[in-house]
């Protein structure tokens, strides 16, 4: 939901508050930049994630300081942004970006040891499709070095923008060129490991570029 925290002040125009537009954005996304405070400095980490429900997953070593933080209960604020593409206008000014972002603000918890399998199997599958079937089982030691994250989709913001600039009347005389160039990404081809053996392929994903 959004609060007076998560509103929007700048453009509010851009905000939205449709949960499946914000859970849209997240099924979407393959990293999170999450933000924490230590002692009054702020750090920004880059993470790995996936939604699960109602929550995001997060994971990472338990000798993260980050992943401590987060377990303890510590507050998060974490973003997702997708940037679709480049506007350019007639004047610097207007240039912009095309984009779908989320911000959360939470407070993070430890996954339960007896849910772990389940996040991780999650947080597998939506970075590798198909693969948690695929790969041995976790060994005791990996558990054991893992912190799985989550963070409650209780206070959220949604900002969108899109389409063309909005070039000053007086400037649509200009001949400089003005639209939106598309960015996305994408897959290319799968690369095999140099000490993958022969013969050695079952799981290899398909080819797509």
Not at 2 to 19: F, G, I, Y
Request: with cysteine; net charge negative; aromatic share 4%.
């Amino acid at each position: 939901m959004t609060s007076a925290r998560t509103r929007v002040r700048r453009l509010p125009e851009k905000q939205v508050r449709d949960l499946e537009a914000m859970h849209a954005i997240l099924d979407a996304a393959y990293v999170a930049q999450v933000g924490i405070s230590v002692d009054g400095q702020p750090f920004v980490v880059p993470m790995a994630c996936a939604r699960d429900g109602d929550h995001l997953l997060l994971h990472g070593s338990t000798g993260s300081r980050l992943m401590r933080t987060l377990a303890e209960g510590g507050p998060v604020c974490v973003s997702v942004l997708h940037l679709d593409g480049l506007v350019y206008a007639r004047s610097a000014f207007e240039s912009s970006m095309n984009y779908r972002s989320a911000t959360i603000l939470g407070v993070a918890e430890q996954v339960p040891d007896d849910e772990m399998l389940p996040a991780l199997e999650r947080l597998t599958e939506h970075l590798f499709p198909g693969r948690w079937a695929e790969l041995r089982p976790p060994k005791k030691k990996e558990l054991a070095a893992t912190l799985v994250i989550r963070v409650p989709l209780d206070e959220w913001s949604v900002k969108v923008g899109e389409g063309y600039g909005e070039d000053d009347p007086d400037d649509l005389d200009e001949t400089v060129w003005a639209g939106v160039v598309p960015l996305a990404t994408v897959a290319g081809q799968p690369e095999d490991a140099p000490d993958l053996k022969s013969g050695q392929v079952r799981g290899r994903p398909p080819g797509c570029g």
